[in-house]
């Protein structure tokens, strides 16, 4: 049996994790006493922007990179760039602004999600995540 990971500990696992399966990451801000590590007190994205100045452009799969970039902020959320840097694009359910009422409504009007990866959110809300292509259109209303 192994001993239980720490938080940072876990954090750069996953980071490692997903580089492994070909997906550039990115570390992102924390939350830490309920504020948000970038320091502003008014911080609208807390825990969930790039720590890095080149956002999420900057974002990698290389391993000594996600090495150095948790060696300096231990506590960074992982953050997954979508995409072409990815081949991911995801499904972004928010609770808070109508998403469970809407996925129902896409669901209705077509069928259920597929089987695919998905994560629970800060928000209590959900990502599910599929395989994008070059086919892949993003249409926007």
């Known amino acids: ?65 996600i090495r150095s970039w948790w060696s300096e902020w231990s506590n960074a959320n992982v953050g997954i760039a979508l995409g072409e840097a990815s081949g991911l694009w995801a499904l972004d359910v928010d609770p808070r602004n109508g998403g469970d009422d809407s996925l129902i409504e896409l669901q209705l009007a077509n069928d259920d999600l597929p089987t695919t990866l998905h994560a629970k959110t800060g928000g209590d809300g959900e990502h599910f995540f599929f395989r994008a292509s070059k086919a892949t259109r993003f249409v926007t209303a």
């Open 1 to 65: 049996m192994t001993a239980v990971e720490s938080r940072p500990e876990r954090l750069l696992t996953a980071a490692l994790v997903y580089a492994e399966r070909g997906w550039a990451v990115l570390p992102l801000h924390s939350v830490e006493d309920e504020k948000c590590s970038c320091g502003s007190s008014t911080c609208r994205s807390a825990g969930k922007h790039p720590r890095i100045a080149t956002g999420v452009r900057g974002a990698s799969s290389n391993v000594a990179q």
